[in-house]
């Protein structure tokens, strides 16, 4: 059996306008059995016949359950294969797919007139260009081919070009605000935590329309930036860098890994036009089995409802982030705003929301909190934004089993067990502060930017200087993170004990989702890092 994706994107997406691509769809109906269009959206405008449009086809991989038990052994300290890191090469040998699959799929594609297509260097990937015109001539397919079709809605009414709505703004309150010296006075960097190492690099991904600024970073670091050796600069862009104005999400991404991660050479993948309004991650996830050498570490703050895209979708895009953990490569995606979240699936019943990509058991999740005493560096509480909770879709993963149970056995009240999924993998895996940063964006420096947007990427820097003290000592990188960081049950991190996240508003649940609790819980995870007790528990 044969399995292809088709990702449809084309220009006339509008983030939170509801305009989607009825004619397309529509033409395609053959497929009408594979999807269905999400509650709450209408299909409301067209595409003009002559305009392109990008198909990304996810051909079927070959060795996904050995992917997966490969990547635990690597992944795992106690493992002789720990570190054992394959290259992009070694990758594709392992997931490529037959001969046959991609016969088939050229064949198919080849009889309905496509020609302008790419592959990647695993070759689980075609990208074909085509004007709308020719994608109405393709027709269905011989019995070899199951063929899927997923098209990807975001959420209703969420502009997903601001990411987690994402560094959001709060309008409350004068306080004196995070900066670079506040996170590495939290965090305990010292001047000499920096990065050393000449090939060590890190990366953040961004979607949509969200540039960051050179003039803006090089503002930031001169404004904020004192006391510690550091870069103004991004060391490479892949991707093109639209003009227009910078981002919020785009300039606070780049800032804070730059200030954690000091002195490190940093990267910034970026997607560009409106195209990418459906699909923030394929496009990224295509180019990343296209590169061979990619930093090291990748923090992103992008992320949608679990229960808005399809699972086979998911299930996709999980199989790419063990290709890159496979690789050595760290991923960090930020947990979301909205706490447990919500869903209310009728009038009397809410259930929360789990977030994907954070949902995924092959990412590392990052919550956020925020002072106790806003005007003093005091110890963590929880944020109530901090996104965290069970996944619908992804089985707990073996590494959380002990940590989760824990919890759930101590802490109470639990939320009622209609409210999550009890066999999910759960989520953030630890955190940072994501309350009241100052960013500089469009020149202006901007305060009071909240949201794991912000948390993230300080959690991302401070790995890829880790990573930085292993290379000097001829380490592998840390990897995929997870399996090493429950084995030390909350070491080298500050515990989170204080504070609920939001969900839903009802009686039952009095407005409140998870609390923090003494060790793992499904709001800040395992805490917030301790520079050098992380840094010495990760250093063999
Ligand atoms: C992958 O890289 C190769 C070589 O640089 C290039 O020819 C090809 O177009 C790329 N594939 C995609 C999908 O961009
Ligand atoms: C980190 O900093 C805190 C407060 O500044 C201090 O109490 C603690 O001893 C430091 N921990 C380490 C491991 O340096
Ligand atoms: C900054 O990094 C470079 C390598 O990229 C290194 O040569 C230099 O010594 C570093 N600076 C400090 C203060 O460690
Ligand atoms: C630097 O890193 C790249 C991968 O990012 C690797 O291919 C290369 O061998 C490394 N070079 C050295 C000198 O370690
Ligand atoms: C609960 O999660 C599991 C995965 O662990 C999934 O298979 C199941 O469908 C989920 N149940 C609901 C009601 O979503």
């Known amino acids: 059996m044969y399995c292809i994706w088709v990702t449809c994107l084309t220009q006339e997406f509008l983030p939170g306008s509801s305009i989607l691509l009825l004619p397309l ?24 016949p002559l305009e392109e449009v990008e198909l990304t086809f996810a051909l079927k991989q070959q060795n996904v359950k050995q992917m997966e038990e490969l990547l635990k052994l690597v992944s795992d300290p106690d493992s002789h294969q720990y570190g054992k890191y394959l290259s992009l090469e070694e990758v594709a040998t392992l997931v490529q797919p037959t ?40 027709r269905p397919v011989s019995h070899l081919l199951s063929v899927f079709l997923r098209n990807r809605f975001p959420p209703k009414g969420k502009d997903i070009s601001k990411g987690w709505e994402g560094a959001r703004q709060s309008a409350l309150g004068y306080q004196l605000g995070v900066t670079p010296s506040v996170i590495r006075s939290r965090y305990n960097l010292t001047a000499k935590d920096v990065g050393t190492a000449t090939n060590n690099s890190q990366a953040v991904a961004q979607f949509l329309e969200q540039y960051y600024h050179p003039a803006d970073l090089a503002e930031f670091m001169s404004l904020f930036a004192g006391g510690f050796t550091h870069m103004s600069a991004v060391e490479r ?3 093109t ?56 570490v990748h923090t992103i703050s992008y992320g949608d409802d679990e229960d808005s895209l399809s699972d086979a979708y ?20 930020a947990s979301g705003d909205s706490g447990a979240g919500c869903r209310h699936l009728t009038k009397e019943r809410n259930t929360f929301r789990p977030s994907f990509p954070a949902s995924s058991p092959y990412v ?25 909770g069970f996944s619908n879709v992804f089985a707990m993963p073996d590494y959380q089993v002990g940590a989760v149970q824990a919890y759930l056995k101590s802490v109470q009240p639990l939320p009622p067990q209609t409210y999550f999924n009890i066999t999910g993998r759960a989520y953030p895996d630890l955190a940072a502060l994501s309350d009241n940063y100052w960013v500089v964006t469009n020149r202006v420096p901007v ?11 300080v959690v991302g820097g401070m790995l890829s200087l880790i990573n930085d003290q292993r290379f000097l000592k001829g380490l592998p990188s840390l990897g995929f993170i997870n399996p090493r960081l429950y084995k030390l049950q909350g070491k080298g991190l500050y515990d989170v004990t204080e504070g609920c996240h939001q969900s839903c508003l009802d009686d039952k649940v009095e407005g409140k989702g998870f ?8 709001v800040t995870g395992w805490g917030t890092p301790n520079y050098p007790a992380l840094l010495k528990a990760l250093m063999d």
């Open 99 to 138: 001969q046959l699959t991609e016969k088939v799929v050229q064949n198919w594609l080849q009889s309905h007139g496509v020609k302008n297509c790419h592959t990647v260097v695993t070759r689980d990937f075609l990208q074909c260009v085509m004007t709308y015109q020719e994608t109405t001539k393709i």
């Open 237 to 239: 862009v892949v991707g």
């Open 364 to 388: 590392t999740t990052v919550g956020g909190t925020s002072f106790k005493n806003s005007f003093k560096l005091t110890y963590e509480v929880t944020d109530y934004i901090s996104g965290g």
């Open 25 to 48: 769809l529509t033409s395609l109906q053959c497929y009408s059995q594979c999807f269905s269009v999400p509650e709450n959206w209408i299909l409301v405008e067209g595409v003009e």
């Open 241 to 296: 860098q639209g003009g227009g104005k910078a981002g919020i999400e785009a300039s606070l991404d780049v800032e804070y890994i730059m200030s954690s991660g000091a002195n490190i050479s940093t990267w910034v993948f970026t997607n560009p036009g409106r195209h990418e309004s459906q699909e923030p991650f394929l496009q990224w996830m295509v180019l990343l089995s296209n590169m061979s050498a990619v930093p090291w």
């Open 447 to 457: 305060p009071r930017v909240s949201g794991t947007s912000a948390s993230t990427p």
């Open 515 to 522: 609390r923090a609790s003494p060790s793992w819980d499904p």
């Open 314 to 333: 998911m299930n996709r895009i999980n199989t790419e982030f063990m290709k890159g953990g496979l690789r050595g490569i760290s991923m960090l995606f």
